[in-house]
């Protein structure tokens, strides 16, 4: 099945500065990445997502970009704010019937003010 | 207007004891899952099913079977609770697009403590 790595697992940034959180995934028939939030106590809740013919998306602060050939991806929020601070989850999602939407470790992202 | 629902939010309950989780949701979507969050928050996926058929079935003990009467309900029935199985329980759904998955939904979670 699918595998999707993360990391880092804890992230601090000042508030105004950028934030990196990085995935790779190993099964090449991935074809949907999808970044929730999830907020302590809450559930995960999407944010952004990228599919696989698309190399980067971007919506507000927050931009996504997809390396298919590398097989990662990675998440970036510039001018973080304390609000952004939550656990931060990728996910890979394979095309076809296996239907299965596999999730990275998630990273704490804090943002100090 | 709740889009997936669970029920219910707490459960506490002793070990050995049988319990179930209830899941609903009301987007119209093909797929649910189960996902267990442990206390390092990994979100562990536990079963997805489509239509009422089970598509995947992880590395479970055989005390979890989920059942799906229709495909806007998937229900987790636990046998024989033990400590280990205390944890966030999280049903979620999306909708399969020619083979390609769209944003999943997640219930509120059900949070589960054997004692």
């Known amino acids: 099945g699918e595998n999707v790595e993360q990391h880092p697992s804890t992230l601090s940034v000042q508030e105004g500065d950028s934030a990196v959180i990085k995935c790779t995934y190993s099964d090449s028939a991935s074809n949907y990445f999808p970044w929730y939030k999830q907020e302590l106590g809450k559930r995960p809740q999407l944010i952004i997502d990228i599919r696989s013919n698309v190399g980067e998306k971007k919506d507000q602060r927050i931009a996504v970009t997809l390396n298919k050939t590398a097989k990662h991806f990675s998440l970036h929020i510039t001018e973080t704010q304390p609000e952004d601070s939550a656990v931060y989850f990728c996910?890979?999602?394979?095309?076809?019937?296996?239907?299965?939407?596999?999730f990275g470790s998630g990273t704490q992202l804090t943002v100090l003010p | 207007d709740t889009a997936v629902s669970q029920t219910p939010k707490y459960l506490v309950t002793q070990m050995g004891n049988d319990k179930s989780i209830k899941c609903e949701q009301n987007?119209?979507?093909?797929?649910m899952y189960w996902y267990k969050q442990d206390s390092k928050k990994f979100l562990k996926i536990m079963f997805s099913?489509?239509?009422?058929?089970?598509?995947i079935n992880e590395t479970v003990p055989n005390r979890f079977s989920p059942k799906s009467p229709d495909k806007a309900h998937l229900n987790l029935h636990i046998n024989s609770l033990e400590l280990g199985d205390s944890a966030v329980y999280f049903c979620a759904s999306s909708q399969f697009l020619g083979g390609a998955g769209t944003e999943a939904f997640f219930g509120q979670g059900t949070r589960l403590t054997v004692v």
């Open positions: 099913y489509n239509n009422k058929e089970l598509i």
């Open positions: 996910a890979a999602s394979i095309k076809g019937s296996a239907r299965q939407l596999t």
């Open positions: 987007l119209g979507h093909d797929t």
